[in-house]
């Protein structure tokens, strides 16, 4: 260990409730971490580190009492800047809230804080989550720690740098075609998009979709499977929320990889993804593949996702975006222009078709795992690229219609509403952090996070597919 902020979650958690570390040392080791590299990277946005201290000090005297501690007691949070938290500024990104403080938490901050977490910090994102490069009006771009000059990813750009960097052990995130996924693989850092009605909310527009969730990111499996714990339950304001056991997700299952089957597929067989990294894909691949009982190269049927994805998308935006664009159009940013624009001018018979297909879409997935375990597929489409480049304009020379289009292979699984984790796995070839999705059946988050930790285990082995870690000291304000 170096610093309390390195530890992960749930290593601190322990040594919290075995009084070897204090909630106001670890709070005070992010705060210090935060200072020293947040000057170059712009994860961090907004702030309450008097809370934040006050709340550690409550958390230190409740351990020495004896009290009963939840389980997150005393672990500082960052939480993504579409959250509303209560007392602290929430803009989701927009002029338009550049001011706006909430006066109560929505439900998932509120459930972090009932488990004992300390919100204690903000991370950025784009306007309203639309993009997949964090940058906004409001606090400007958030950097990739392993290259500057990269994109971090989106939307949850913020909250992975932020863990990347150790400025905090757990964060929220939320992924509508990937905003989960892309920055903790381009970060070197872990996530899960669970299930869809696994993590309930009570301010998700649209109500019955596959579309939008929530779910944690960290640094290890392990700490996910805790954070979910916090952030899972049973919300009858969401109506695919039902109800199951949270506490679980805190004792991971142990899996034996040599007794899975596990497919394996480069694009989901439809998405376009630059050569590099289906290479690096295949390289990694070749180092683990033999762990698994068996493992084959299979497409699942999902030829139609893109212009699915693309539809449905643009449902979701008119539903999310149309007042602010009847009244403020002026101050919204062209991807929240462009995806409401597009919504408007979609016909009734392709949004008929849109729904149609994506029940056909689900159907033909849940044949796909009737006689496999796990499907593992890249995680990003491209490598970081430029921080001036709004998302990729080609891959492999292909024009890309929109920036939408280099999406489709985390876009095509938010379709299924499978769970699925992001995990690290070495470099790529531009020398930048390479992770994999590992996708699993329906409502089995607990199934696949335990796979994950196995994956990781294995992975902390070989120094090609091992987690990276940033070198801190080139990021020091």
Known sequence: MTEPCDLSAVEARRLIGRKRLSALELVESCIARIEMTNGSVNAVVASCYERARDEARAATEAVMRGDPLPPLHGLPIGVKDLNNTEGLVTTYGSPLYRDHVPDKDERLVAALRQAGGIVMAKTNTPEFGAGGNTRNEVYGVTRNPFDLERTCGGSSGGSAVALATGMLPLCTGSDTGGSLRKPATY?????????????????????????????????????????????????????????????????????????????????????????????????????????FQTCMAR????????????????????????????????????????????????????????????????????????????????????????????????????????????????????????????????????????????????????????????????????EVLSRPVPDLSKLAA
């Open 187 to 291: 970060c070197g850092v872990a996530a899960i998009r669970p299930s869809t009605g696994v993590v309930p909310s009570d301010r998700r527009v649209v109500g019955l979709s596959t579309f939008s969730v929530q779910g944690p990111m960290a640094r290890t499996v392990e700490d996910l499977g805790l954070m979910l714990s916090a952030m899972a339950g049973e919300d009858p304001m969401d109506p695919l929320s039902y109800p199951h056991d949270t506490s679980t997700f805190r004792e991971l299952p142990q899996v034996d990889l040599s007794r899975l089957r596990v497919a394996v597929s480069e694009d989901l067989g439809f998405a376009p993804v630059d050569n590099g990294i289906r290479r690096t894909f295949r390289e990694r691949l070749a180092l683990y593949q033999e762990s």
């Open 299 to 462: 497409d699942p049927d999902m030829a139609t996702a893109a212009d699915v994805f693309w539809v449905l998308r643009g449902i979701y935006f008119v539903a999310t975006q149309k007042e602010r664009y009847d009244n403020h159009k002026d101050q919204l940013g062209a991807n929240v222009l462009f995806n409401t624009e597009a919504g408007l001018g979609m016909s009734m018979e392709q949004v008929g078709w849109a729904n149609a297909e994506h029940a056909t879409l689900c159907r033909n997935f849940q044949d796909y795992f009737s006689d496999i375990d796990l499907l593992i597929c890249p995680g990003p489409a491209v490598p970081p690229f430029p921080l001036d480049q709004g998302a990729p304009t080609e891959i492999n020379g292909q024009k890309m219609e929109h920036y939408i289009s280099a999406s489709g292979v985390t876009a095509g699984l938010t379709l299924t509403g499978h769970p699925v984790v992001a995990l690290p796995c070495g470099y790529d070839h531009t020398g930048t952090p390479f992770g994999i999705q590992i996708v699993g059946p329906r409502h089995r988050d607990r199934f696949v996070l335990g796979a994950a930790r196995a994956l990781e285990a294995l992975f902390a082995q070989n």
